[in-house]
């Protein structure tokens, strides 16, 4: 099983960018599915952007398609998330988790089995 640790977090305005970094421990690490989601203060969790264990397939949700992009390098055992154009309502704890079964890259967050302790992001207007 892997260990997920996330960094990159900050405070930064709005229209601007943040790259955060997943990195796990363990050496299935490649076989996983990795997906981003965030929770915002009094919200629920919400799912953000998914990628398969290859890299070659992606998932996003709309709210951030188009902004935001999800990568991963299995040599570095890294997953990233690079998000551009950013609004005050991107503003959240982003979490890391892993699944196996590659469905959180269908949009089925239900087989997510490790998670991370989160970053916070912080967008100012």
């Known amino acids: 099983q892997v260990q997920l640790v996330e960094s990159g977090g900050g405070l930064v305005q709005a229209g601007g960018s943040l790259r955060l970094s997943c990195a796990a421990s363990?050496?299935?690490?490649?076989?996983?599915?990795i997906g981003w989601f965030r929770q915002a203060p009094g919200k629920e969790r919400e799912f953000v952007a998914a990628i398969n264990w290859s890299g070659g397939n992606t998932y996003y949700a709309d709210s951030v398609k188009g902004r935001f992009t999800i990568s991963r390098d299995n040599a570095k055992n890294t997953v990233y998330l690079k998000m551009n154009s950013l609004k005050p309502e991107d503003t959240a704890v982003y979490y890391c988790?892993?699944?196996?079964?590659?469905?959180?890259?269908?949009?089925?967050?239900?087989?997510?089995?490790?998670w991370g302790q989160g970053t916070l992001v912080t967008i100012s207007s």
């Open positions: 988790a892993a699944d196996i079964t590659q469905r959180v890259v269908a949009g089925d967050g239900r087989y997510l089995e490790v």
């Open positions: 363990g050496r299935t690490f490649s076989a996983y599915a």
